[in-house]
């Protein structure tokens, strides 16, 4: 079925706006990642084409062009200073891939069997180049039905990830704003943001733009220069493009080139971020009921015992350098769904039990940086290198 690309486009936005419409009602309890989920997912099964996210104007070059600009514009969300100091979710974030795989190939391989676990355990570590990776060897082997596991894994493991993450990432901000309220910590106003700018900004080279140059012409165009340039430099240094952008991005604004919150002050993340998620949303269009039914007891058992595995080890390692159990857990579930999820679910989070600017600033001041690092973690880097290690042992 064809639609008129207006038609299209705003069937996909009222699905965004629902799952956004139930998360605010709920207060978060149920995210909007999850509603949009299943409701993309019914509509696939029933009545809306399965190229329907296409139809809507949203196509890859477009959806790549969305993730450039947004992973820089998470950049400039954070300095250098934060992002050095984030080795702990780093190494948490390994640690809850160590425990998928620990559970996922001892037990998992008891009940489901070698091959099984082997295919579907990297796509549960995150990132769909680890599910291509692995259901192109398991279909080169002739094992058509792992190769399906291994694509549907991919594309299931977010109904899992999005719930618990949210539950968690609520303890957490509400532990947060706590402390502004019991007076444990004192928030400063941000009305003298030169004073914060200077502090902020000790290695900037380039004088800030004035005030009534920095239009959403400019902005995006400085953006575009510097995602530009990573995408170019990262075959040479061997690191993944989308990483290279994030740490662009922090440069970009440390020397004074990009500004802080870049796409919010352009007045262009809100749409971005949209063509993302609704490109994200078109993979349910793979996951059909019948290839659901088949695969359906391997699929949810071998997610129930990764992120089992993943809770156990990412607990005690958060605790062991001071993180709280449920930053701990939910920086390693980024693994089920990765960026722009991870951003989100913390916003959402981060709103549904703060009662105000600052108990909210707080919050994502100190969940954020850790949700966006440990998605590069576990979905960008950890999954590629399990993914390329698993394919030797199917």
Known sequence: MTLNVVGAFSIVLGILAIGEFVSTKTKAFVPSVFVSAALFLIGFWTILPRDIVTQSAFAKPMVYLSMYLLLTHMGTLMSVKELLSQWRTVLIAFCGIAGICLMTLTVGNLLFGWETVVAATPPLTGGVVASILMSSAAADKGLTTIAVLATSMYIMQGFFGYP???????????????????????????????????????????????????????????????????????????????????????????????????????????????????????????????????????????????????????????????????????????????????????????????????????????????????????????????????????
């Open 164 to 394: 618990v993450t949210a539950l968690m990432l609520k303890k957490e901000a509400n532990r947060l704003a706590n402390k502004i309220r019991n007076g444990e910590i004192k928030v400063k106003s941000n009305n003298n943001e030169a004073v914060n700018d200077k502090q902020k900004s000790k290695f900037r080279i380039i004088p800030p733009l004035p005030e009534k140059y920095q239009t959403t012409y400019v902005i995006l165009l400085k953006l575009g220069i510097v995602a530009y340039l990573a995408q170019a430099i990262a075959p040479f240094i061997h690191v993944n493009q989308f990483v290279v952008c994030l740490l662009f991005g922090v440069i970009g604004r440390e020397i004074g080139f990009l500004e802080e919150k870049a796409l919010i002050k352009a007045k262009s993340f809100g749409f971005l971020i949209t063509v993302l998620m609704a490109y994200i949303f078109s993979g349910l269009s793979k996951a059909t009921p019948e290839m659901l039914q088949q695969i359906a007891l391997p699929l949810f058992g071998i997610i129930v015992l990764g992120v089992v595995g993943m809770a156990i080890m990412s607990m005690i390692v958060g605790k062991l350098l001071g993180y709280t159990k449920e930053m701990a857990f939910s920086i390693a579930m980024t693994s089920l769904y990765g960026f722009p999820a991870d951003y989100i679910l913390t916003i959402e989070s981060a709103k549904s039990v703060t009662n105000n600017d600052k108990e909210y600033e707080y919050a994502i001041n100190e969940m954020l940086p850790k949700m966006l690092v440990g998605g590069f973690t576990t979905v960008t880097i950890a999954s590629v290198i399990i993914a390329g290690f698993f394919v030797k042992l199917l």
